[in-house]
């Protein structure tokens, strides 16, 4: 056949004139999915009433959901059903009994955000294909970096959660020491060290492994009883390096730990630095929030002196996941000459327009979704008073949580918090008389699961455990949503004692 005869509508058995999708069939698909989203994942999962999950293990859940994908399709109404399942089976974790990670709530701006996102259907590497996101994220970009307190500026970037903002900080700091690194590989460099804090985030290993650094060169620091970084510590861990032949290149201090909510002392750890002269990160993925609070800022007092910092608005601020920046305090274009590689068929330079607006070259990837909008929208719905508003209701919301906890028979604090994170444990009657010792430890640290596993099953709320150091298992309830009020903190100490007070 003459392919390029236009008379001709079929080639290889396909008719080519006309769409073969029916646009109206589909818009009405998405309205009535719409539909089911706003009353089952919206309303009902952030009512109080609801349960938080529906509990089902992989076995069953796998038999509900009927996961094989099969050569024929399913008619539309089948598939709203799936999207229902989808959604009555995740855990509501808009639910204002939902303390269990470092995120909660339903924030309706960055949700829309998110929604417009989806159905624009675009990719941030280039302002010719995402005009709106380029200048959106260049904006948030700047008004962070005003907050951080850079008077100079800097430079950033959005990125797929607070661990690969941590990666950027690792391969940054080890391109400013050694740049041939990039071109060279690995045969470029000596032995090199990061120094991070024993209660970091386990990303920091992750990074040295991908980035072929090495576990074994990441040297931790010691920390205080309250899980803040010792700067004694950490300057004899820099000679040691150092006497080993090793090259110390970047400290990496933690605003807001994961499991304490501990800041590291910044300004001291930066003193260290500066001597150093290492490349010092702070990754404020949870406690950067506090940059918005007058009144809590001064936990990250050194921040403006730091070279780098991830923070993630989808933690305490809220914002849909996933919203996570890394920013950098430099100017010389560090993030885009250490990760460029100047694909000729995104960036050519002799475009019509401005070509500094093609900001995809400063990332590791490739497409990139435009998240700074979800950020973007709430900071204007909001305004930075309302924000700040948030993050000092949410700390007065766990101080009030830590006094209650103070004030129960059977319930003891870990710690008197510092942040957000409030870690305590539940003591039954039967453990009450027993002497602090191995044998208390032994049994209390069987407490926590079994109360996990029946607050699980019954769906009543969600709060996560663990172990710390030589600690048994103790609860960490983390209180971020404006949802969340004095009562419903009050239902989560009455629940936990009255799911374990039979152990």
Not at 17 to 45: C, L, W, Y
Not at 49 to 61: A, D, G, I, N, T
Not at 217 to 229: E, I, L
Not at 236 to 262: C, H, W, Y
């Amino acid at each position: 056949h003459n392919v390029a005869d236009s008379r001709l509508p079929v080639i290889n058995n396909f008719v080519l004139n006309g769409p073969t999708v029916d646009v109206h069939a589909a818009e009405e698909f998405v309205h009535q999915a719409m539909e089911i989203i706003m009353d089952e994942a919206v309303r009902k999962s952030t009512d109080v009433k609801e349960k938080v999950c529906e509990w089902r293990s992989p076995e069953q859940l796998k038999e509900l959901l009927d996961l094989e994908l099969r050569d024929e399709g399913e008619p539309e109404a089948k598939i709203l059903q799936r999207c229902s399942e989808a959604i009555r089976y995740s855990i509501k974790t808009g639910h204002p009994h939902f303390f269990n990670q470092l995120y909660a709530g339903m924030e309706p701006y960055s949700m829309v955000a998110s929604f417009i996102i989806e159905a624009t259907k675009t990719s941030l590497y280039t302002y010719e294909v995402a005009p709106v996101f380029t200048l959106m994220e260049e904006a948030v970009l700047r008004k962070m970096i005003e907050m951080v307190g850079w008077k100079e500026g800097g430079d950033g970037i959005f990125n797929p959660g607070g661990s690969m903002s941590n990666m950027y900080a690792v391969n940054l700091a080890r391109y400013r020491y050694c740049r041939d690194i990039k071109m060279n590989g690995l045969f470029a460099a000596p032995r090199m060290v990061i120094l991070t804090s024993q209660e970091c985030h386990y990303s920091i290993s992750k990074a040295a492994a991908l980035l072929g650094i090495g576990t074994k060169n990441v040297y931790v620091v010691p920390s205080d009883k309250r899980g803040k970084m010792i700067p004694s510590a950490l300057e004899d861990q820099i000679k040691r390096a150092k006497s080993e032949g090793a090259v110390p290149f970047m400290v990496n201090a933690t605003a807001g730990t994961t499991v304490l909510g501990a800041f590291d002392p910044i300004d001291e750890i930066a003193d260290i630095c500066e001597k150093y002269d290492l490349w010092l990160h702070v990754d404020a993925c949870w406690g950067g929030a506090a940059l918005m609070s007058n009144k809590h800022k001064h936990l990250l007092n050194g921040i403006h002196r730091v070279n780098s910092m991830a923070w993630n608005p989808h933690k305490m601020m809220m914002a849909s996941l996933q919203c996570s920046a890394f920013l950098v305090r430099d100017k010389t274009s560090l993030l885009q000459h250490c990760h460029s590689a100047q694909a000729s068929y995104l960036f050519q330079q002799d475009k019509f327009y401005d070509v500094s607006y093609d900001t995809g070259d400063k990332s590791v990837q490739c497409s990139r979704k435009p998240d700074a909008f979800k950020f973007w929208l709430m900071w204007k719905a909001l305004g930075t008073t309302e924000m700040e508003q948030r993050v000092d209701r949410a700390l007065a919301l766990a101080r009030y949580l830590a006094q209650e906890i103070n004030k129960r028979e059977g319930f003891q604090l870990l710690m008197e918090p510092e942040f957000a994170n409030v870690c305590f444990w539940y003591i039954p009657p039967s453990l009450r008389n027993l002497p602090a010792g191995p044998e208390l430890w032994e049994k209390l640290h069987t407490v926590a699961p079994v109360v996990k596993e029946r607050m699980m099953k019954k769906g009543s709320m969600m709060v996560g455990y663990q172990t710390h150091r030589d600690k048994p298992n103790f609860f960490r309830m983390v209180v971020i949503s404006p949802q969340v009020s004095r009562e419903d903190l009050d239902f989560a100490l009455d629940e936990i004692q009255h799911l374990g007070k039979d152990l």
